[in-house]
C-alpha cells in the first residue's frame, strides 16, 4: 500500500467536467460532499481543507482477475460514456437509465435534474449511493440517511454500475474541521455517510453506532478512529468515561500523517480533562515533533492547546511563550490576545 501527498487545485464551487486523453473525471459538490468520477481505479484519501494536502492511499484490488466488466478504453471521454443513445436506451433497464442521466445531469450542472432522475435510481447501491450524498450535501438528512440505508442493503453492489461505464467515484466528506476523508464507493463509505447525515440531524448516538460499527470491522481504520474521538468530545467533553475513551482509541498512535496528529490533539485534549497534565503535554510535543508538511491551522491548534497544558503546570512562561508564537502568526486567533492581556 503506497502513500503520497499531492496539491490540489482549488475548482470553484459545483460542478466540474475534466477531460483528458486518459479518461475523464467528473467532479460535483463543495466541502461537504464532493464527488469525482474518473477512470483511475479507487483511491482513499485525507487530507486538511484549505491547505490542498491530501493524504493518499491506493487501494489495490489484488491479482486476481476483477469481478466487475472491464472499463471502456481510455480514449473515450466520459460524457461519451454517459450519453445513452436511442437505441441503448431501447435495452437498458430504467434504474440504469436513470442513473446514467442522473450522472451526466451533474456533469452538466444541473443537481435539480440529477437528483430527480437519482431517486428514480436508488433500487441501485450506485444510484442510491449517489442520491444519498448528494442529499446530504444539501443537507436533506432524511433522505441521505433513507437512500444511504438502501446503498447498505446492496452494499454487495456498490460500484458495479460505475464500473460497466468506465467510472470510479470518489466522494469526500468533513469528518472534523481539520480533516476530510475521501471515500470510494463501499460499505466504508456508505457508513462513514451515515455517521455525518445523523449527526446532521442531531443523532449523535447514532452518528456514534455506526463509526463503531465500522470500528468493529477495521479497528486500525483511523479515519474512523479520529471520527469517533471528535463526536465523543463533541456529545460530552466532561465526562470522564468519555475522556477514557478518547485516550483508548488514540492507543498506540504515532505522528505518522496529519490525521494521527489530530487523532494526538484529541487525546492530549482528553487527558487533560482528566487531570493527566504530563502525558497531554507529551502527546501534544509528539505530534508537533514534525511540522513539515503539517497545514498551519493544526500546529496552531497544537500550540494553544500544548500553552493551555503548559499554563496548568504552572509554566507560565512557557505557556507565554507558546501564546505570543501563535500571536505572532495570527493575532486572531481565538482566545490568545486575552491570555496575553492585550484585547483591545
Not at 445531469?105 to 444519498?132: I, P, V, W
Not at 481539520?178 to 442531531?202: D, I, K, M
Request: glycine share 10%; charged share 25%; proline share 5%.
Amino acid at each position: 500500500m503506497g502513500f503520497r501527498f499531492w496539491r490540489r487545485i482549488q475548482l470553484l464551487p459545483g460542478i466540474t467536467l475534466n477531460l483528458s486523453k486518459s479518461g475523464g473525471s467528473l467532479s460535483f459538490g463543495p466541502r461537504g460532499a464532493k464527488f469525482t468520477v474518473g477512470p483511475r481505479g479507487k483511491r482513499t484519501t485525507a487530507g486538511l481543507p484549505g491547505t490542498g494536502l491530501f493524504y493518499t492511499s491506493q487501494m489495490h484490488q489484488g491479482s486476481g482477475r476483477q469481478r466487475n466488466r472491464p472499463a471502456p478504453p481510455p480514449s473515450v471521454p466520459a460524457r461519451d460514456r454517459l450519453d445513452l443513445n436511442f437505441f441503448q436506451r431501447l435495452f437498458t433497464p430504467a434504474g440504469e437509465e436513470a442513473l446514467v442521466d442522473g450522472c451526466r445531469a451533474l456533469a452538466l450542472g444541473d443537481e435539480a435534474a440529477a437528483l430527480k432522475h437519482l431517486r428514480q435510481a436508488t433500487s441501485l447501491a450506485d444510484g442510491a449511493f449517489l442520491a444519498g450524498f448528494l442529499a446530504l450535501k444539501h443537507k436533506n438528512f432524511d433522505n441521505a440517511i433513507a437512500w444511504l440505508n438502501q446503498a447498505v442493503e446492496n452494499s454487495s453492489r456498490l460500484g458495479r454500475y460505475f464500473a460497466k461505464y468506465g467510472m470510479a467515484a470518489t466522494l469526500s466528506l468533513p469528518i472534523t474541521e481539520e480533516v476530510t476523508a475521501h471515500l470510494g464507493p463501499n460499505r466504508r463509505g456508505v457508513w462513514l455517510g451515515l455517521a455525518e447525515a445523523h449527526q446532521g440531524r442531531g443523532e449523535i448516538e447514532a452518528a456514534i453506532a455506526w463509526l463503531e460499527q465500522l470500528r468493529r470491522k477495521d479497528p486500525e481504520d483511523i479515519v474512523a478512529r479520529l471520527s469517533l474521538a471528535e463526536l465523543l468530545l463533541e456529545r460530552d467533553a466532561d465526562d470522564r468515561k468519555t475522556g477514557h475513551r478518547v485516550v483508548k482509541l488514540a492507543q498506540g498512535i504515532d505522528n505518522e500523517s496529519e490525521l494521527h496528529a489530530t487523532l494526538l490533539l484529541y487525546k492530549a485534549r482528553a487527558l487533560r480533562g482528566l487531570g493527566m497534565l504530563t502525558p497531554a503535554r507529551d502527546a501534544l510535543t509528539l505530534a508537533l515533533r514534525r511540522k513539515k508538511d503539517r497545514p498551519e491551522d493544526l500546529l496552531q491548534a497544537l500550540r494553544f492547546e500544548r500553552a493551555e497544558v503548559y499554563a496548568e503546570l504552572g509554566h507560565k512562561s512557557r505557556a507565554r511563550r507558546e501564546w505570543e508564537k501563535l500571536y505572532a502568526g495570527n493575532p486572531d486567533y481565538a482566545g490568545v490576545a486575552e491570555r496575553l492581556g492585550i484585547c483591545p
